[in-house]
């Protein structure tokens, strides 16, 4: 060895590449903008009587979610991205939301104030949390490293990657989000959250009335009253709350009784099987219908005798469709009893017959020439009725499926309402209970929009609902959730490419 070699001193480790040095002073700078977003992103800002607060979130799957506990919360699919927006209610002051109720020219002076309030939490939000992302890549890259450079590629790292996902979210957004929010909570306070009938929009410079609405709501929900005056034009829509297959479940009554309340429903429309016999000794279940808060249009099912239709007549609030037009809060509905009567499990239905009838229900239809809904409990054969009305409403199949006919009719299969009545017992987890409320436009009977609502079964308080906005310049095919199987479990059903699920 040559006597100028020198030997790298004992205990001291080769340098880092330059590319090395960069891609840790890169993680680094990620890592820390993560941890500080995380920490230090919220603004606090009052919205009217609501004390909140937001902000920006590292989320994978983007979009905007507003807590309203302990009642539940709102999914709105805004946008994507690594980025989502959170609020959180904080405090809540009472005497001002009674202000509201109280005074409606309070409210109409609220909008534009919570407007200007959302838009400018949602700016400094943003600000504040690009300021303690960029603070903790900086600090988390130059204490890793103690170099000057290491800490300026951190923080560098991170304003590309906001820069990034500020375009990915811009590029994605998705105005009608805020008209298809996703509630999931208690079932008295849904609907308030939601919003009725004329929250949908499609329409993007409705965006801040939106939002408006939603802080409005959710002052009158908790002022304990849902009869806040937030939207003028309650007349143009018929709303129908949909159910079918109650078999006699105990619960039905009290869950569509409050469901028709809080939405303020219209009519009720049951596609049949409300019994599970059609024993004379049930007729006292379907004397609950007598007081249910809107007309109960009603058609047999299979599980539903001559007998249960009799009874049915007998009963005040209920409308009986087999066969003839009736007229029910200005919609014509018509429909017919299901020809077969097998309240035996282990006996199939006559599918000819049910094919024949459903034939039968068309001509009708297609004579009488201005049916608004049609009402059949069987949907075997439901592309028949398609062309025949603007909408058309099964059940029988214990799972919600709603399709667009060729040639626009919507085709909307309800599951259980009853939870599959007493059977909802049998399995180790308590089947769901469905229902779906229905807007439709007065003037042209056309669907507008629907809510579907899926509440747990037996021992659960939790909904979750769902709202569709119906696009009729497209000729879409919406599918509902996936199917539920005798167990209470999906069964894999997958949505058709367009859909809204």
Same mark, same amino acid.
């Given at each position: 060895?040559?006597?100028?070699?020198?030997?790298?001193?004992?205990?001291?480790?080769?340098?880092?590449?330059?590319?090395?040095?960069?891609?840790?002073?890169?993680?680094?700078?990620?890592?820390?903008?993560?941890?500080?977003?995380?920490?230090?992103?919220?603004?606090?800002?009052?919205?009217?009587?609501?004390?909140?607060?937001?902000?920006?979130?590292?989320?994978?799957?983007?979009?905007?979610?507003?807590?309203?506990?302990?009642?539940?919360?709102?999914?709105?699919?805004?946008?994507?991205?690594?980025?989502?927006?959170?609020?959180?209610?904080?405090?809540?002051?009472?005497?001002?939301?009674?202000?509201?109720?109280?005074?409606?020219?309070?409210?109409?002076?609220?909008?534009?104030?919570?407007?200007?309030?959302?838009?400018?939490?949602?700016?400094?939000?943003?600000?504040?949390?690009?300021?303690?992302?960029?603070?903790?890549?900086?600090?988390?890259?130059?204490?890793?490293?103690?170099?000057?450079?290491?800490?300026?590629?951190?923080?560098?790292?991170?304003?590309?990657?906001?820069?990034?996902?500020?375009?990915?979210?811009?590029?994605?957004?998705?105005?009608?989000?805020?008209?298809?929010?996703?509630?999931?909570?208690?079932?008295?306070?849904?609907?308030?959250?939601?919003?009725?009938? /004329?929250?949908?929009?499609?329409d993007f410079s409705t965006y801040g009335d939106q939002l408006a609405q939603i802080v409005g709501n959710v002052s009158g929900l908790y002022s304990a009253t849902s009869s806040l005056p937030l939207l003028p034009d309650q007349d143009e829509v018929v709303k129908i709350l949909h159910v079918s297959d109650l078999h006699l479940a105990p619960q039905s009554w009290d869950v569509i009784a409050t469901v028709a309340e809080q939405y303020d429903v219209d009519v009720i429309v049951d596609s049949g099987d409300i019994?599970?016999?059609?024993?004379?000794?049930?007729?006292?279940?379907?004397?609950?219908?007598?007081?249910?808060p809107a007309p109960y249009v009603w058609v047999r099912g299979n599980h539903d005798s001559a007998v249960t239709q009799r009874a049915m007549r007998q009963v005040p609030n209920a409308v009986v469709l087999d066969g003839k037009p009736r007229e029910v809060a200005g919609l014509t509905f018509l429909g017919l009893g299901d020809p077969t009567f097998t309240p035996d499990k282990s006996l199939d239905n006559d599918e000819r017959k049910v094919t024949e009838a459903t034939e039968d229900l068309a001509a009708a239809? /297609?004579?009488?020439?201005?049916?608004?809904?049609?009402? @059949?409990?069987?949907?075997?054969?439901?592309?028949?009725?398609?062309?025949?009305?603007?909408?058309?409403? @099964?059940?029988?199949?214990?799972?919600?499926?709603?399709?667009?006919?060729?040639?626009?009719? @919507?085709?909307?299969?309800?599951?259980?309402?009853?939870?599959?009545?007493?059977?909802?017992?049998?399995?180790? /987890?308590?089947?769901?209970?469905?229902?779906?409320?229905?807007?439709?436009?007065?003037?042209?009977?056309?669907?507008?929009?629907?809510?579907?609502?899926?509440?747990?079964?037996?021992?659960?308080?939790?909904?979750?609902?769902?709202?569709?906005?119906?696009?009729?310049?497209?000729?879409?095919?919406?599918?509902?959730?996936?199917?539920?199987?005798?167990?209470?479990?999906?069964?894999?059903?997958?949505?058709?490419?367009?859909?809204?699920?």
């Amino acid at each position: 060895m040559s006597s100028h070699q020198v030997r790298p001193a004992a205990g001291r480790r080769p340098s880092l590449t330059v590319t090395a040095r960069v891609t840790a002073a890169v993680l680094l700078g990620l890592a820390g903008g993560w941890l500080g977003l995380s920490v230090a992103g919220s603004v606090h800002h009052e919205v009217g009587p609501l004390t909140t607060s937001m902000r920006i979130v590292p989320t994978w799957g983007g979009g905007t979610v507003v807590e309203i506990a302990p009642l539940g919360e709102l999914r709105l699919a805004t946008h994507a991205g690594p980025l989502g927006i959170h609020a959180t209610l904080d405090g809540f002051d009472v005497e001002e939301a009674r202000a509201l109720v109280t005074n409606p020219e309070r409210l109409s002076t609220l909008k534009p104030e919570a407007v200007a309030d959302i838009t400018w939490a949602v700016k400094m939000a943003v600000l504040r949390g690009l300021a303690a992302a960029l603070v903790g890549a900086v600090l988390l890259a130059g204490l890793a490293s103690r170099r000057v450079l290491s800490a300026a590629i951190g923080g560098g790292s991170v304003l590309v990657a906001a820069a990034c996902s500020l375009a990915v979210a811009v590029t994605g957004w998705n105005p009608n989000a805020l008209a298809e929010p996703r509630y999931t909570g208690l079932l008295t306070t849904a609907p308030s959250v939601v919003g009725t009938a /004329e929250s949908i929009v499609t329409d993007f410079s409705t965006y801040g009335d939106q939002l408006a609405q939603i802080v409005g709501n959710v002052s009158g929900l908790y002022s304990a009253t849902s009869s806040l005056p937030l939207l003028p034009d309650q007349d143009e829509v018929v709303k129908i709350l949909h159910v079918s297959d109650l078999h006699l479940a105990p619960q039905s009554w009290d869950v569509i009784a409050t469901v028709a309340e809080q939405y303020d429903v219209d009519v009720i429309v049951d596609s049949g099987d409300i019994t599970d016999h059609g024993s004379r000794a049930e007729n006292r279940y379907v004397e609950e219908v007598r007081r249910m808060p809107a007309p109960y249009v009603w058609v047999r099912g299979n599980h539903d005798s001559a007998v249960t239709q009799r009874a049915m007549r007998q009963v005040p609030n209920a409308v009986v469709l087999d066969g003839k037009p009736r007229e029910v809060a200005g919609l014509t509905f018509l429909g017919l009893g299901d020809p077969t009567f097998t309240p035996d499990k282990s006996l199939d239905n006559d599918e000819r017959k049910v094919t024949e009838a459903t034939e039968d229900l068309a001509a009708a239809a /297609e004579n009488l020439g201005g049916v608004d809904v049609l009402v @059949f409990h069987d949907p075997t054969d439901a592309s028949l009725l398609d062309g025949q009305a603007p909408l058309a409403l @099964f059940g029988h199949k214990h799972y919600r499926k709603v399709e667009r006919g060729e040639t626009g009719t @919507f085709l909307m299969t309800q599951g259980s309402t009853g939870g599959s009545g007493l059977r909802a017992l049998e399995p180790d /987890e308590p089947t769901d209970i469905l229902l779906s409320v229905l807007y439709v436009d007065r003037g042209t009977s056309q669907l507008r929009a629907y809510d579907d609502i899926r509440l747990g079964g037996l021992g659960s308080a939790a909904a979750s609902i769902n709202r569709h906005v119906v696009d009729h310049a497209g000729d879409t095919t919406y599918v509902a959730p996936p199917p539920v199987d005798g167990t209470g479990g999906e069964t894999g059903a997958t949505a058709v490419p367009g859909g809204a699920e």
